[in-house]
């Protein structure tokens, strides 16, 4: 079946920027999940949504990154006024909830700020 | 604050040489370690969950096994096709789902 899918794969935006990054989960999958990979670093979270509870944002790094989820399917990040520093890949995983550590990633979003 | 780290961060072997990964955690309460692979350019795939100590799972030429303290992934007569980077995390004890470490970046040459 289709795997998690997000888009687009490469965005290069100049500093200052806003820029949106879309994940589309795997079908009936009720947990959403955005991390951010930096060369050389491990995996970051960002941000959870659980079902129609309210998401966690505790790993957003600044209040220029937000996210939401729409019908409980489709979830978009934003980033405000790119900086250079947000360069890394987006990533998006999905999972059933109860099985919330077997996550199913997506093949990520390569955000490049010049 | 909750700690995953992993050695070696990269290791070259040749193909048919056997050996070990490691992860090694502080958490209170581990309530699972989990191990993915992710290969260049793709988001991590899911491999291994164990729960406790004592704990063995195989895939293949695979097979991870859990301490209190750490968790090894042993990788037998490991084939070129077994290249990627292996990454463990374990759920955060506060509300973040996972905790990843930094991954050991495995290359097997034939």
């Known amino acids: 079946g289709a795997g998690v899918s997000q888009s687009p794969s490469n965005k290069v935006t100049e500093k200052g920027k806003d820029v949106e990054l879309r994940c589309d989960p795997i079908s009936g999958h009720t947990a959403l999940y955005w991390y951010r990979q930096s060369l050389g670093q491990g995996l970051e979270f960002l941000i959870y949504f659980q079902g129609n509870s309210a998401p966690d944002k505790s790993g957003l790094p600044s209040d220029r990154f937000s996210a939401e989820r729409t019908g409980g399917s489709v979830s978009t990040l934003t980033i405000q006024r790119t900086q250079q520093e947000d360069s890394a890949v987006y990533l998006c995983?999905?999972?059933?909830?109860?099985?919330?550590?077997?996550?199913?990633f997506g093949p990520g979003t390569r955000l490049t700020v010049t | 604050e909750d700690q995953v780290t992993q050695s070696p961060e990269a290791l070259r072997l040749q193909e048919g040489e056997s050996s070990s990964l490691n992860c090694s955690y502080t958490?209170?309460?581990?309530?699972?370690l989990f191990w993915y692979r992710q290969d260049p350019g793709k988001g991590p795939e899911f491999l291994f969950t164990l729960y406790s100590a004592g704990e063995e799972k195989e895939k293949e030429r695979l097979k991870a096994t859990l301490t209190k303290k750490e968790s090894f992934l042993h990788i037998t007569a490991p084939k070129p096709e077994d290249s990627a980077t292996y990454l463990c995390?374990?759920?955060?004890?506060?509300?973040?789902?996972?905790?990843f470490g930094k991954g050991t970046r495995l290359s097997v040459i034939a």
């Open positions: 958490v209170s309460g581990l309530r699972g």
């Open positions: 995390a374990v759920p955060n004890s506060g509300n973040t789902p996972l905790v």
């Open positions: 995983a999905s999972s059933f909830i109860g099985e919330a550590y077997e996550q199913y």
